[in-house]
Every structure is written in C-alpha cells, then in structure tokens.
C-alpha cells in the first residue's frame, strides 16, 4: 500500500516536472523575444536621433536610447540566467521533492548569477551597444570636422 502511494506521488511530480519546466522554456523564450526587440528598437531609435536636423549637440540624444536599451537588455538577459537555474534546480529535484511547487519566482537564484552591471558589460553586450556607441561618437567627429571649414570662415570674417 506505501509502495503504491510512492509511485503514484512519484508519477504526479514527474508530471508536475514536465509542466513546470513548459512554463519556464516559454517564459525564456520571451525573454529570449525581448531581448531580440530591444536591440532592434536600439539600432531605429538612435538612427531616429541622429537623424534629427539641429546642432551637432543633438548627437548627444542618441546615447539616451542607447544607455537605456542596454540596460534592459542586461535586464532581460540578467531575468533569463535565473530562469534557467530554476530550470534546472526543477530537472535535478522535482522527483526528489515537491517543494516550491509551481513556483515561478527565480529572484531566489540572484546570488548564482552575474549582476545586471556584469551582465550589461560581458563580451556579447560590450561588443553589440559598444560599437553602436564608437558608430555615434565617429558620426560627432565627421559633425565637427566637417563644421572646422564653416567656423574658420566664420572667424576670419
């Protein structure tokens, strides 16, 4: 009669496990989704600012939507790394036990994972806004290198 009752409990945490790790593949990849959008949203809104006709200030803008994106990229990514630790502390212990049952809060692996900051600075990130941020610095320089003609006729006259 025990035996029979292990099993059964046995077969329900091992259809709990298969759900429970549906819910938490789906819920990264949305994280996976939004990350993809941010870095599109990136490269259009900084195009947008640098587009704009004004002074050569106006350059400046455009590190506004940078800064901001890739912080939630970081953020989003940051989310994603616990996500997959829930997962597999789900695959390594759900047979075992039934605690935390359904409990989708991974905010209990944040001492596993890198820091948003490590994260918005690995080698990935770095290289896709960094780059963007050398492209906005460079379109500055071309501004003023090609505003150095009109200001030297300006104060020769």
Known sequence: MINKKIDKNKENLKEYLFKEIDIIQKI????NFNSFLIKGWTITLVVVTLLLNGNKYHVFIAFIPLFVFWYLDSYY?????????????????????????FNMNASRFKKE?????????SETLLWFYGSIAVLIVIYLFSLSLSLLPIIKKMVCV
């Open 28 to 31: 990264i990849t949305r994280m």
């Open 113 to 121: 994972v890198r820091s948003r900051f490590e994260i918005m600075f």
């Open 77 to 101: 990514l940051w989310q994603e790394k616990m996500y997959k630790k829930l997962y597999y502390w789900i695959i390594e212990n759900r047979l075992k036990t039934d605690k935390n049952l």
